[in-house]
């Protein structure tokens, strides 16, 4: 069974590879930071208390993020497996995570941590265009859509994401190796997790990823 964690700091190429995996895999991509730009531009409450963390670079609290989860986690489509990007990332979210699916019989079959260096995650951030429609993930200069400014998944208008400012990037990165960084031992400890290097390029990350799939399957 494929119940996917996909882990790293800002920019190590998670939602780029969530694209490929949901598009070869066929399982449910669950975004926490994709469900709350959702809730943002929904102007729900859980959107509204969300915006001011985010816009910062700061993580959005535990309850209301494990709250979002555990409510997605139990729908119907995650029976056949699912891909959590961007989730848990935080010692309390892990723990939520661990009783929730031992409730729910949907227990973790695998941590794909991908890494990455500061310079290059800067480098890629900071050139980071994204879909205003479906939210897949170009770069201005290593991965252009076909036409400029256009996504070449649903045709959506391309846009930089509020939060790809180095300002808000400097944040995020001390947010993730202050809180997100003690869940790689956390993982090695219940041999759940895979180590991917970043920077071997888009298709050879891919060709990892599917490499540890076809052995958990
Ligand atoms: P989220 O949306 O999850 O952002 P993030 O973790 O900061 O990750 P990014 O989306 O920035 O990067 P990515 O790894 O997906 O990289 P990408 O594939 O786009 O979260 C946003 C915010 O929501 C958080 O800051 C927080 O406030 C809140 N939030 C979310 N989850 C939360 C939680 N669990 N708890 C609390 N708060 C939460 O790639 C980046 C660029 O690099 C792209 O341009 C891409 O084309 C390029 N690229 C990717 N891979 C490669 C490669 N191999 N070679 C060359 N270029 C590449």
Same mark, same amino acid.
């Given at each position: 069974?494929?119940?996917?964690?996909?882990?790293?700091?800002?920019?190590?190429?998670?939602?780029?590879?969530?694209?490929?995996?949901?598009?070869?895999?066929?399982?449910?991509?669950?975004?926490?930071?994709?469900?709350?730009?959702?809730?943002?531009?929904?102007?729900?409450?859980?959107?509204?208390?969300?915006?001011?963390?985010?816009? *910062?670079?700061? $993580? !959005?609290?535990?309850?209301?993020?494990?709250?979002?989860? @555990? %409510?997605?986690? /139990?729908?119907?489509?995650?029976?056949?497996?699912?891909?959590?990007?961007?989730?848990?990332?935080?010692?309390?979210?892990?723990?939520?995570?661990?009783?929730?699916?031992?409730?729910?019989?949907?227990?973790?079959?695998?941590?794909?941590?991908?890494?990455?260096? *500061?310079?290059? $995650? !800067?480098?890629?951030?900071?050139?980071?265009?994204?879909? @205003? %429609?479906?939210? /897949?993930?170009?770069?201005?200069?290593?991965?252009?859509?076909?036409?400029?400014?256009?996504?070449?998944?649903?045709?959506?208008?391309?846009?930089?994401?509020?939060?790809?400012?180095?300002?808000?990037?400097?944040?995020?990165?001390?947010?993730?190796?202050?809180?997100?960084?003690? $869940? !790689?031992?956390?993982?090695?400890?219940?041999?759940?997790?895979?180590?991917?290097?970043?920077?071997?390029?888009?298709?050879?990350?891919?060709?990892?990823?599917?490499?540890?799939?076809?052995?958990?399957?």
């Amino acid at each position: 069974m494929l119940n996917i964690i996909l882990m790293g700091p800002p920019g190590a190429g998670k939602g780029t590879q969530a694209k490929k995996i949901i598009a070869t895999y066929h399982i449910p991509h669950i975004s926490t930071g994709d469900m709350f730009r959702e809730a943002i531009a929904a102007k729900t409450p859980a959107g509204v208390l969300a915006q001011g963390y985010i816009e *910062k670079g700061l $993580l !959005v609290p535990d309850d209301v993020t494990i709250d979002l989860v @555990k %409510e997605r986690l /139990a729908k119907d489509d995650c029976a056949k497996g699912f891909l959590l990007d961007g989730f848990p990332r935080t010692i309390p979210q892990a723990e939520a995570l661990e009783k929730l699916t031992k409730e729910i019989n949907r227990p973790i079959s695998a941590v794909i941590n991908i890494t990455a260096d *500061k310079e290059v $995650l !800067v480098k890629r951030i900071t050139g980071r265009r994204v879909c @205003k %429609e479906c939210g /897949a993930p170009f770069h201005i200069e290593t991965l252009k859509p076909k036409v400029e400014g256009v996504c070449d998944y649903c045709g959506g208008e391309l846009m930089q994401r509020k939060d790809d400012t180095l300002e808000s990037l400097a944040v995020r990165l001390e947010a993730y190796e202050n809180q997100t960084l003690p $869940l !790689v031992k956390f993982y090695e400890d219940k041999k759940l997790l895979h180590n991917i290097d970043g920077l071997i390029g888009l298709e050879n990350v891919f060709k990892t990823v599917c490499d540890i799939f076809e052995e958990i399957k």
